[in-house]
């Protein structure tokens, strides 16, 4: 009997028709899209956190943000330096009209302020003189003046000035016998002294009542009046003059009763717009092509605001579909660090620098055509954005690994610094309360918690240390040797061990990063979710040898039936 050969058994392939074999295809393609999904959303991760130019380098991708960003810092900072100028001649002009008015309305003003106060008086006489002397020349202004000055009008719409005086409402005083009876209530009496009654001759106004001091009751005498001036040197520059209103006070100050009567001069300028400019030339054409500029800044500032937004709004979409992914995929879900990742910050900050500028800028358009005049606002919102301009430059300079130390040494060390800082703050605090309390009757820098705050500030980085402990008064034994006590131990503890301690939280957060860019840095999940090798290309072998031996495979006669699937 002739030996038959041995079949091997063949590996069954659903047919084309059972249930089998549908839900087989179905899980194949089931598969097969969740795979791309996740390859989709790998590419999609991976772009984002690529540089400008390594996105260029993968999709040819033109790096609009990063070209306008450098196109802005060229035009915002070149527009702060255009207002820097104006605003210098504007600030030059108020000083000088001010150092002006003192020697034109104070006598015998030495041209350097005493203290917080001008200058000072001691006799009665030296008091009425330095009064009259001040109306008379407000009265005389016109004769006497070197700059573009006029009258203007005070609140009630009158021109002149105004004499004010307070003083207790009654009482009687004789201090060689020691004795005092004052009633403590403020009276306030004013007169105003218009040009008609100044130019009267005899002036009959120094002869009245009001100007009878009782000098122990008093407690201060005040002049105000306005003055209109035009400011001329702006037409150099070729831009259109600004119209100034000046409020002059002087305060003859007796509150102490001292003997010495401090006075406080105040001009406080406002910018009005001109009522008629007549100016012949090329001014006007060259506020009209700065206009231009501030328009063009606008609208390069506007344009990125868009697209850093767009930048947002999109890196928000995409952390959501990460989240919703990776919770389905592992069943938990993603740590906060790398659910801030998706926050560029950067983004942030070159949008709030975008509105400051384009808010400054129009300010500024405003300003320059003499609509407004409120050049301190617009000096906060043009100086911030140009700060916050340059700050962003870092980000760019962080894809270099040389220059990225800085900002991942910040990073790391914000959290530790911030909490020292507090715990310092508390320590700092208490030595800026007890200075004042104790130091301050008998130490100039420690008159008041401001002055304390800044004394201490500038103790601990080592400036008028010697000064600080030479001026102490040594009228009190016992507050001397506080004193010492107080400023030897501020200065050992700040300097020798929290400023120490602050340096060193640094210096570990820097060697920490520096041993993480030599060894690696620690991953996180979504950095473990990037470096996943990509399991497309093995899919695909899989799937088309899956699919080859159910369609494409050699058929037998008897499965003539069977129609192959393309």
């Known amino acids: 009997m002739a030996r038959q050969p041995y079949r091997f058994p063949q590996a069954r392939i659903p047919e084309r028709g059972s249930g089998v074999f549908r839900l087989t295809v179905r899980n194949a393609m089931a598969r097969h899209d969740s795979e791309m999904k996740e390859e989709c959303l790998r590419e999609d991760l991976k772009f984002y956190f690529m540089s400008p130019c390594e996105k260029y380098r993968a999709r040819c991708q033109i790096p609009w943000k990063l070209g306008l960003q450098i196109l802005k810092i060229v035009m915002v900072t070149t527009q702060l330096v255009r207002f820097g100028l104006s605003n210098q001649l504007v600030v030059a002009f108020k000083e000088d009209n001010t150092v002006a008015f003192k020697h034109l309305f104070l006598k015998g003003y030495s041209g350097t302020d005493e203290d917080d106060y001008s200058c000072s008086v001691y006799t009665q006489e030296d008091a009425y003189e330095s009064i009259f002397f001040a109306i008379n020349q407000y009265h005389q202004l016109k004769d006497i003046t070197l700059g573009t000055l006029g009258y203007g009008e005070n609140e009630d719409n009158r021109i002149g000035l105004k004499v004010c005086k307070q003083h207790y409402k009654k009482g009687t005083m004789f201090p060689s016998n020691e004795t005092l ?135 928000l979409r995409l952390r959501k579909r990460f989240l919703n992914f990776f919770l389905e995929k592992y069943k938990r879900p993603v740590c906060d660090t790398d659910q801030w990742k998706f926050i560029n910050g950067w983004y942030v900050l070159v949008i709030i620098s975008d509105l400051m500028t384009i808010i400054g800028s129009i300010l500024k358009m405003e300003i320059k055509a003499k609509n407004l005049t409120n050049y301190d606002l617009c000096s906060i919102l043009l100086g911030t954005s140009t700060l916050l301009v340059w700050v962003g430059v870092i980000r760019y300079l962080g894809y270099f690994q040389a220059y990225n130390v800085l900002i991942l040494t910040m990073q790391a060390s914000l959290p530790k610094v911030l909490r020292f800082c507090a715990c310092a703050g508390m320590i700092y605090l208490g030595y800026t309360f007890c200075g004042w309390i104790v130091l301050g009757p008998y130490h100039d820098k420690f008159e008041n918690l401001n002055t304390v705050a800044e004394c201490l500030f500038s103790l601990v980085n080592g400036d008028d240390m010697f000064a600080t402990f030479a001026q102490i008064q040594q009228k009190s034994i016992l507050v001397w040797l506080f004193s010492r006590l107080y400023l030897y131990s501020f200065i050992s503890l700040f300097i020798y061990m929290i400023l120490s301690l602050f340096i060193a939280l640094i210096t570990d957060s820097y060697d920490t990063i520096k041993k993480f860019q030599q060894n690696g840095f620690p991953e996180t999940d979504l950095q473990e979710f990037l470096k996943e090798c990509s399991s497309k290309e093995e899919y695909q072998k899989e799937s088309s040898a899956f699919l080859s031996c159910i369609c494409c495979r050699r058929r037998k006669r008897s499965d003539d039936h069977l129609i192959p699937i393309n």
């Open 181 to 315: 009876n004052i009633d403590n209530d403020i009276e306030l009496d004013c007169v105003h002294l218009d040009l008609q009654d100044l130019s009267k001759d005899p002036p009959d106004w120094k002869n009245s009542s009001f100007f009878r001091l009782e000098f122990y009751r008093l407690l201060q005498v005040e002049i105000s009046f306005r003055l209109k001036g035009i400011d001329l040197q702006t037409i150099h520059s070729r831009e259109l003059p600004d119209c100034y209103v000046f409020q002059n006070t002087i305060i003859f100050d007796n509150k102490a009763h001292s003997g010495k009567i401090k006075i406080y001069f105040d001009s406080d300028a406002k910018i009005e717009e001109c009522k008629d400019l007549n100016i012949f030339g090329s001014t006007q054409k060259n506020t009209q092509y700065v206009l231009v500029f501030d328009a063009f800044v606008i609208v390069i500032c506007l344009a990125s605001l868009i697209l850093c937004t767009r930048s947002i709004v999109l890196a």
